[in-house]
């Protein structure tokens, strides 16, 4: 009975996954809501790199620092992006994102939230515009190198007015 009824719940969870809308955009809270579970998205998408490099993709130093410089490729691209669209940060803006890409080097779901007190977030009507926006670019961005498995990266970024991008250092 125990094998039937997680053979049950492995079914269930294929089918609920594969029907959720990959290539998104959205806060870790709406795809909560959703039904995205991230322990789930975890456990399919390796991560990119990691202390323990046999959990890792990129697992050489090497490796690690094309990745990384692809990796912050991806947010300058999405930086440009949204100036392109006339989107502009009105203030200094902190966020923490998780980007899950598929073996092709689309983005899957990129989740992010923004952090600080209420008056550092955007507010609503900007942030939806920041989403319509990050589900247009998430939809046809490509990485620039192959990785060939699923993969995931999390990173806080800060949004600078005029749209320039910071990382922080570490």
Known sequence: MKILTKNILLTLFIFN??????????????????????AELDAIYKSAVSVDTTKAVFKT??????WG???????????AFLKKNNFYWKQ??????????????KIDYFLYNFLGADEEKPNEKVQKEFDR???L??????????????L???????????????????
């Open 17 to 38: 996954f594969h029907n959720v809308n990959a290539q998104t955009g959205m806060t870790f809270q709406t795809a909560e809501k959703q039904g995205i579970v991230l």
């Open 61 to 66: 130093v090497e490796e690690q620092k094309k």
């Open 69 to 79: 410089e692809t990796y912050k490729s991806v947010i300058f691209d999405l930086g």
């Open 92 to 105: 200094k803006t902190r966020c923490y994102n998780r980007i899950y890409f598929n073996e092709n080097g």
């Open 133 to 135: 926006l990050l589900n």
């Open 137 to 150: 670019f998430v939809k046809d961005y490509l990485l620039p190198i192959n990785i060939n498995e699923k």
């Open 152 to 170: 995931a990266q999390c990173s806080p970024v800060t949004y600078m007015p005029q749209n320039e991008l910071q990382t922080p250092q570490k």
